[in-house]
């Protein structure tokens, strides 16, 4: 008799992740040697996160938009016109050649969307940055207030949209009038939708209906692409999950709200991040099979410069590790990107499953990443984005060289990027990719 999923062990879920990431059922190769080539791929990483020997060390390319820079467009260029940008992304992934994983555009948004919007909380090229910018930029702010966290605990989904959409969104200042969700009957939205300013913009979310879709067409159509000629997705477990801290610190109540709350009022955040973790631990339960079970997550406010140790184990790490341990019970691979640096943090992430996590570091001193956590957790990193892009080939094989030797022995590494490139240059990233085949290939 097969075995039922909430019967599985952790480790069972995740064998069965792993064979779907292997054998995805809905991808169609090229050729025979495509999809061999995807195989190897995904095993080189699936060993890596086991704390394994694959074959090699594998490897992260930094690339992030650089393919289109690659082309000679740029950012705003791919937000507006979707068949340029999977040109673009078609011809640098055909143009490299072998890489161990690849994505489509994963963080540029529709540029007719997002002039819609008339985001308060973030600026794009032409939309609040020159045309020419490179990257988006978020405005941070105290966009809830001190005394409201328990509005936040009592309905979420009634303060997200009476509250902060009209705050932070310009085409949702009319939900400030809308009256609580929670007590409409069906023939009282007759009435709302009496107010001209909800009706406009309904009719305008409306109206994108067809430019959301071909956004999402395009995106999906270059995925696909990269997947039938046998490059793996990384991320794939599409979970909108991080540090709980984070879910208030970054865009609720900001840096100088969140300080101020940890001090004034310690219980009431508290309070709110185990709010918050049974949020995110109800959506993880039972999530399905994705193209990966790996799941980025952003971290942002728990390095070494911004809270203490003390600080670090009362506030961040006790809910940031129930995330994880819910997500490793449904077989799912948390790989939570460790901003800024984290070697002072290291003594204190320890306490998980082996081979449960995969931390990818950004400034962290990776060989006592490898020291600390060589047998519990893969650690992915750090070649400085400074280094890729205005470094030389030869620097950049250097520091490559010097990771694989710290992080290599006994498995468990994966090179890659402190962070995402845009500009740049191809011949920096070869040296990357190449590196790992000269000095990160394991012995036998």
Not at 142 to 163: F, G, I, N, S, V
Not at 248 to 276: C, N, S, W, Y
Not at 279 to 293: D, E, G, R, Y
Request: net charge negative.
């Amino acid at each position: 008799m097969e075995k039922q999923w909430a019967d599985m062990t952790w480790e069972e879920k995740r064998e069965e992740r792993f064979k779907h990431w292997l054998k995805p059922p809905d991808v169609k190769f090229v050729s025979p040697g495509a999809e061999k080539l995807y195989k190897e791929r995904v095993t080189r990483f699936i060993k890596a996160i086991k704390l394994e020997e694959p074959d090699r060390v594998p490897v992260m390319l930094p690339h992030g938009n650089y393919p289109a820079y690659y082309v000679g467009i740029n950012f705003r260029t791919v937000m507006y016109d979707y068949p340029a940008a999977k040109q673009a992304w078609i011809k640098y992934m055909d143009d490299f050649g072998d890489m161990d994983t690849f994505n489509g555009p994963l963080l540029v948004p529709s540029g007719k969307i997002a002039e819609a919007m008339a985001s308060k909380i973030t600026m794009l090229p032409g939309l609040g940055l020159p045309d020419d910018a490179s990257m988006n930029q978020v405005i941070e702010g105290e966009y809830m207030m001190a005394d409201e966290y328990d509005a936040y605990m009592t309905d979420p989904t009634d303060y997200h949209l009476r509250t902060m959409l009209p705050r932070t969104v310009g085409i949702f200042e009319s939900f400030r009038t809308l009256p609580p969700l929670r007590y409409m009957w069906a023939d009282m939205w007759v009435g709302v939708m009496a107010d001209p300013d909800i009706r406009k913009t309904f009719q305008t979310l409306m109206d994108l209906e067809g430019e959301y879709h071909k956004h999402q067409a395009a995106n999906q159509e270059i995925s696909r692409i990269v997947l039938s000629r046998g490059y793996p997705s990384l991320f794939g477990g599409g979970i909108m999950a991080g540090a709980p801290f984070d879910t208030f610190a970054d865009m609720l109540r900001g840096t100088h709200g969140i300080v101020m709350d940890m001090f004034r009022q310690p219980e009431k955040l508290h309070e709110a991040m185990e709010f918050q973790l049974k949020l995110v631990t109800s959506q993880i339960k039972n999530f399905p099979m994705t193209a990966s079970p790996v799941c980025m997550m952003p971290l942002h406010k728990g390095d070494d410069t911004f809270m203490s140790d003390k600080q670090f184990e009362e506030f961040y790490w006790p809910t940031l590790r129930a995330v994880f341990l819910a997500m490793i019970d449904e077989g799912l691979v948390p790989m939570p990107f460790a901003e800024g640096k984290y070697t002072n943090r290291l003594k204190q992430i320890t306490d998980t499953p082996k081979s449960g996590v995969m931390w990818w570091f950004d400034q962290t001193d990776m060989a006592e990443a490898k020291k600390i956590l060589g047998n519990v957790s893969c650690i992915v990193g750090n070649v400085p984005t400074s280094i890729m892009m205005t470094g030389t080939v030869e620097q950049v094989t250097e520091t490559c060289r010097k990771l694989i030797e710290d992080c290599a022995p006994g498995g468990g590494y994966v090179l890659g990027g402190g962070a995402s490139i845009d500009k740049g240059n191809m011949e920096n990233l070869h040296a990357m990719m190449d590196a790992a085949k000269e000095y990160g290939v394991y012995k036998k």
